[in-house]
Structure formats: structure tokens, C-alpha cells
């Protein structure tokens, strides 16, 4: 059982940043891809951006590409999710997720099976 623990959300400028972090509890995210998904009100959980904790590599959706960074730090055990030029439609609810790494690092909310409660991004324009 791996639980997730995302904090950093709150209330930003259009154009502001912001940086999300994703701690794991009872063991290390070593293995795992770890991703970012959101979902605003009515509309679909939504990749955001994904990480493998070996190696670094990463992937982002479209969307973001250019103005969010997502990276590992091992030494605190976190992923964090640099947001800058943060748009009124970059506001929904921001979970971290996780599975164990193999393959292809994925995008689909259903190749992911640990997931956290979630923070919440809103962004004033």
C-alpha cells in the first residue's frame, strides 16, 4: 500500500506560479512512475505530466509543455510539479498518482493504481 500526500495548492495570479509536492508514506517512490493528474469541475481527470523516479525520464501533456516542470527529489522522497504561467484554465483539483514502473511511462488515469486525496489550484484572472 503506498499513500500519497500532495500539498503546495492554493490561490495565484494569471501568470503566477505555483509548486505542487507529492510525498509518499511508508516507503520510497524508487520503482514507481509517479504522475500529475487534474480534474476541473465537470470536466475529465486530465494528465498533467509523469515522471520515472529511475532515470528522470518525463512526459507532459501538451497543455503544459514549456510552463510545467515536473522532477524528483530523492533525498526528501518528493515529486514536485512546477507550475509557472499559471492560466484561469489550469485551476482544478491536482492529485499525484502512482504505479510501479515498467514499460512505456503512461498517461491514462487507469494505468495508475495509487492515488492521493488531492489539492486544490485556482487561478484568478
Known amino acids: 500500500q503506498v499513500q500519497l500526500v500532495e500539498s503546495g495548492g492554493g490561490l495565484v495570479q494569471a501568470g503566477g506560479s505555483l509548486r505542487l509536492s507529492c510525498a509518499a508514506s511508508?516507503?520510497?517512490?524508487?520503482?514507481?512512475?509517479v504522475a500529475w493528474f487534474r480534474q476541473a469541475p465537470g470536466k475529465e481527470r486530465e494528465f498533467v505530466a509523469a515522471?520515472?523516479?529511475?532515470?528522470?525520464?518525463?512526459v507532459y501533456a501538451d497543455s503544459v509543455k514549456g510552463r510545467f516542470t515536473i522532477s524528483s527529489d530523492n533525498a526528501k522522497n518528493l515529486v514536485t510539479l512546477q507550475m509557472n504561467s499559471l492560466q484561469p484554465e489550469d485551476a482544478a483539483i491536482y492529485s499525484c498518482?502512482?504505479?510501479?514502473?515498467?514499460?512505456?511511462?503512461?498517461?491514462?488515469?487507469?494505468?495508475?493504481?495509487?492515488w492521493g486525496q488531492g489539492t486544490q489550484v485556482t487561478v484568478s484572472s
Open positions: 515522471i520515472r523516479w529511475s532515470g528522470g525520464f518525463s
Open positions: 511508508g516507503r520510497t517512490f524508487s520503482s514507481y512512475d
Open positions: 498518482a502512482v504505479r510501479p514502473s515498467r514499460f512505456l511511462l503512461r498517461q491514462t488515469k487507469d494505468a495508475y493504481n495509487y
